[in-house]
């Protein structure tokens, strides 16, 4: 291969010691996890211990609509470099550093902004750091793809998820300790602080990568830009739609269950100890193995019979809040439906990842898996924002076996569905772009 053939990262990679580049990597995905449940999962015990009604939080659920949009996100941080802030950062670190900045202005607007007194602001807050979040996903992923080449990508992805766990654990049962030994308020300006510690970091440690510096070609960003877009439409001219389908609703069951829950715990009286321990701690560990069960399960069977077994086993798992809801505060009960409930899920998640994955192969797979990605968020995202007024209007018993129910039509989805094969690319300068 000549070297002007070679990828970037390859023929240019700036020489630095692979150790440095797992710890940054794993910081940033430190940085990415840590906004996901406070924006989420966490903000949500805060607004029902403040007495917002159900309504309002499955609404301000549509906050997380901004990480199912990221393919939109990523053609701008492709084509445009920031001025004198890349200049001075790097084309890739600056777009990260102004993420991570807007991410801790939001969360501390949300500290502030405290849903019991100024719902609107902590409402708007929320909603701007979940797009800061966002973004910073987006530009995070560019930068750890040209840091390093291909062979070096799966430790740096490794200790990218190390981080994000972490982060999950602290924006879970961290955020809920604090908030039990301090306040909400405390809580969330912690988190704030850690975000903005994170952002000093990127700014002085992080490496730049081999193509932090290179000029944006202006005549490329419209091409850029219109990249989404035209890969959207190729991959749907493609695939069958009874696929797409089955994509946008094999995480429904799950999407609308947990936006109801944690306002669940909370009306059946569970402390923010009790709910870190079991929901966050224990469930982490649950999760983590629900997710070796799924990779097994993919070498010992079909990827059709493994997405049956997930979206049998994710859909069941509402049934086990719905009898949670009955049963009133059991911590066992509740140990139970977490326990079911993440192993379930994270089969699920193995499968369908699996499937996209083969799904998307073909040149243009990072793009191609950016869209089905948002294919499979967003309709459940969407739904979710109507779950309050659901729940409110049926009571946690009735709402929890819906959600159950809703998994029919994926599974019926699953049941017709052949193996994949990688779409077709419609070849052109405009995706080659």
């Known amino acids: 291969m000549s070297e002007s053939a070679q990828s970037p990262a390859e023929g240019r990679d700036v020489p630095r010691p692979m150790l440095a580049k ?127 080449p291909t062979e070096e990508q799966g430790l740096l992805v490794a200790a990218y998820q190390l981080g994000y766990r972490l982060a999950m654990l602290t924006a879970g049962a961290g955020a809920l300790y604090l908030a039990e030994g301090l306040d909400w308020v405390g809580a969330y300006s912690a988190m704030a602080g850690i975000m903005a510690l994170i952002a000093v970091v990127t700014a002085t440690l992080i490496p730049r990568t081999p193509r932090d510096d290179e000029p944006r070609d202006p ?67 649950l999760g983590i193995f629900g997710a070796f069960v799924g990779g097994f399960l993919l070498t010992r069977l079909s990827l059709r019979t493994v997405l049956i077994i997930g979206i049998v086993a994710s859909a069941a798992t ?12 059991s911590v066992l009960m509740l140990a139970a439906t977490i326990s079911f409930d993440n192993v379930a899920s994270a089969i699920a998640g193995t499968a369908l990842i699996a499937f996209m994955s083969k799904l998307a192969a073909s040149e243009f797979s990072a793009t191609r898996y950016a869209v089905l990605s948002s294919i499979y968020a967003l309709p459940g995202h969407l739904l979710a924002g109507g779950s309050g007024f659901v729940a409110s209007a049926s009571g946690f018993p009735v709402y929890f076996a819906l959600t159950f129910v809703s998994g029919l039509p994926a599974l019926l989805l699953v049941l017709a569905l052949r193996e994949p094969r990688p779409a077709p690319t419609r070849a052109g300068p405009s995706l080659a772009a």
């Open 318 to 329: 509402n049934l086990f809040y719905s009898a949670l809801a009955v049963t009133g505060h």
């Open 22 to 148: 797992r710890l940054a990597s794993g910081l940033l995905g430190y940085a990415s996890g840590l906004p996901l449940l406070l924006v989420g999962g966490t903000f949500a015990f805060w607004m029902r211990e403040a007495g917002v009604s159900l309504q309002v939080i499955g609404l301000l659920s549509w906050a997380s609509i901004a990480y199912s949009l990221k393919f939109l996100i990523a053609p701008v941080m492709d084509a445009y470099a920031l001025g004198p802030f890349g200049r001075i950062f790097g084309r890739r670190r600056a777009w990260i550093l102004l993420a991570q900045l807007g991410v801790t202005a939001g969360l501390a607007a949300m500290a502030f902004g405290d849903p019991a007194t100024n719902l609107p602001l902590a409402a708007a807050a929320c909603f701007a750091a979940a797009i800061a979040s966002a973004s910073q996903d987006a530009a995070v992923d560019g930068w750890r793809v040209e840091l390093a």
């Open 219 to 285: 005549a490329a960003r419209g091409l850029a830009l219109a990249a989404p877009l035209k890969d959207l439409m190729a991959l749907v001219a493609a695939t069958p739609l009874t696929t797409l389908a089955m994509i946008g609703l094999y995480r429904v069951p799950d999407q609308l269950a947990n936006v109801m829950s944690s306002p669940l715990y909370k009306d059946l009286g569970f402390t923010n100890i009790e709910i870190a321990n079991v929901t966050k701690v224990f469930g982490v560990v």
